[in-house]
């Protein structure tokens, strides 16, 4: 028989089973009932700023998921600090939203529909956008395949299809990577370049034979050779040669001395390697290099043209022309440190110039 104290326990011990569960299932901070109430507050959050016309929100328990295009950096900013803050000051005690999860893309992110592909020491690494996270498996199963299971993959969602082919052209790049030693591929939403080191001659010849038929809307290519030789072709695609060189510059970005124009052993190797891709792309125009100043003015200008101009002298130890580099200083505020672009080569107007001499 229970003694009073154990009953007035039990008892006790019922009543707080019972609140327990209407406060996790019916009271107004229950699990399901607090996420309703931030998912219509993010909802409002959104309306408020008109954001709702381009991004969406979704709850799961306190997180929030943004997605969506957004028009500008700032608007996307915006979306996220309202949501952020749209019940409450954020937090689990307060009951408020705890994180937010940034899968929104800016116009030139969607424009590209942009996937890096990398094989260094063996190992795979895919980082860029898909369309949906069924799309990102299928390709990490493939690389894992290819690549002994050594895969990592950093993923962003990308809502929506992919341009048509794309998928293909991507499954096409993870197979030709798998044949190097090393290498990278790019990935955009018309375009796909391949640049590595094959183990021998054959492998090379195999691997560009593969590059040389590519999805309708797309066009392709790769540089690759086997160790001692040099690259077999010539190309002329402004864009597609840009992404041959991003590949050859290796995924850490380059580096200077501290307030310095010298550059570190590692980032002259990776200019060099990615000079000797653009010998095979002088037709598609001269490379113009723009580094982003770390200061404000002249002398922030000053130290940027003379790191473009040491990144340029790295690149035309590949054998290339020095004169086909044009050094430039980016504003502080540029989105990239660093910037190579092709620009045509400029031809000589034949009528203007035969008219210059009729009148010298």
């Known amino acids: 028989m229970l003694s009073p104290r154990r009953k007035t326990a039990l008892i006790a011990g019922a009543v707080f089973l019972v609140l327990g569960g209407v406060a996790i299932h019916a009271s107004p901070m229950s699990a399901s009932v607090l996420e309703d109430r931030l998912q ?33 950096r700032q608007a996307r900013q915006s979306a996220l600090q309202a949501v ?25 992110e969607a424009e590209s529909f942009a996937l890096r592909l990398d094989l260094t020491g063996g190992r795979m690494r895919l980082s860029g956008l898909v369309p949906d996270a069924e799309t990102g ?9 290819v690549s002994s299971g050594r895969v990592d993959t950093d993923f962003r969602l990308a809502p929506g299809a992919a341009p048509a082919g794309w998928e293909v052209m991507v499954t096409e790049t993870i197979r030709a990577l798998g044949e ?20 021998s001659s054959a492998a090379a010849r195999d691997v560009r034979r593969m590059f040389e038929t590519a999805p309708d809307g797309f066009a392709a290519a790769a540089l690759v050779r086997a160790d001692g ?27 200077f001395a501290p307030g310095r124009s010298i550059l570190t052993g590692e980032s002259r190797a990776a200019l060099r390697r990615a000079g000797e891709v653009y010998a095979a792309c002088v037709e598609a125009g001269d490379l113009i290099i723009a580094v982003r100043a770390d200061e404000p003015g002249d002398e922030g200008a000053s130290l940027a043209l ?3 101009e040491a990144a340029a002298s790295a690149m035309a130890e590949a054998g290339v022309e020095r004169a086909r580099f044009l050094a430039q200083a980016a504003p502080l505020g540029a989105p990239e440190a660093i ?10 107007d034949l009528a203007t110039t035969d008219t210059e001499e009729e009148q010298g």
């Open 137 to 145: 498996e299928r390709l990490a199963g493939l690389a894992g395949d």
């Open 229 to 255: 030789e040099s690259y077999e072709a010539s190309l002329s695609d402004p864009r597609l040669c840009e992404l041959l060189i991003k590949g050859a510059l290796g995924r850490r970005p380059i580096a």
């Open 339 to 348: 910037q190579f672009t092709l620009t045509p080569v400029s031809v000589p």
């Open 180 to 199: 190097l030693d090393a290498g990278a591929g790019l990935v955009t939403r018309d375009r796909a370049a391949l640049t590595g080191l094959a183990p």
């Open 84 to 108: 952020s803050t749209a019940s409450w000051a954020g937090g689990v005690v307060a009951g408020g939203v705890t994180r937010v999860t940034d899968q929104t893309r800016l116009p030139g």
């Open 306 to 308: 003379m790191r473009g």
């Open 40 to 72: 219509g507050a993010a909802d409002d959050a959104l309306y408020a700023l008109r954001a709702d016309e381009w991004a969406r929100v979704e709850m799961n328990g306190q997180t929030a998921t943004l997605s969506g295009l957004a028009p500008s």
